[in-house]
Nanobody
Framework: QLQVVESGGGLVQPGGSLRLSCAASGFTMDHYSIGWFRQAPGKEREGVSCISRLGGFTNYADSVKGRFTISRDSAKNTAYLQMNSLKPEDTAVYYC?????????????????WGQGTRVTVSS
């Protein structure tokens, strides 16, 4: 059974950092595009970052460029989202998603497989 599970969320002060993890099971993550999305209260889900299968392409929303970094560890079958210089507007539930069909990963929510999310709260 193909599954992705997020972890690493929590409460952090503005300016702080968090690293989210997306652990895959039932498939080899290198063969899938991985996307990170977030949904704040009362707002639509938005794409944050993605990395294409085989890791040749990454993309970021303008709101997080220069602050967030997506990566993956093939040996651990896990993807990461390193979030630095966090702002209160980054507060949201963050979701990991996977799909094998994209050659270039999109930031739209067309992915087939989704995790349950991990909550990030940025507040003093």
């Amino acid at each position: 059974q193909l599954q992705v599970v997020e972890s690493g969320g929590g409460l952090v002060q503005p300016g702080g950092s968090l690293r989210l993890s997306c652990a895959a099971s039932g498939f080899t993550m290198d063969h899938y595009s991985i996307g990170w999305f977030r949904q704040a209260p009362g707002k639509e889900r938005e794409g944050v970052s993605c990395i294409s299968r085989l890791g040749g392409f990454t993309n970021y929303a303008d709101s997080v460029k220069g602050r967030f970094t997506i990566s993956r560890d093939s040996a651990k079958n896990t993807a990461y989202l390193q979030m630095n210089s966090l702002k209160p507007e980054d507060t949201a539930v963050y979701y990991c998603a996977a799909d094998s069909l994209f050659r270039i990963c999109p930031l739209r929510a067309d992915y087939n497989y989704w995790g349950q999310g991990t909550r990030v709260t940025v507040s003093s």
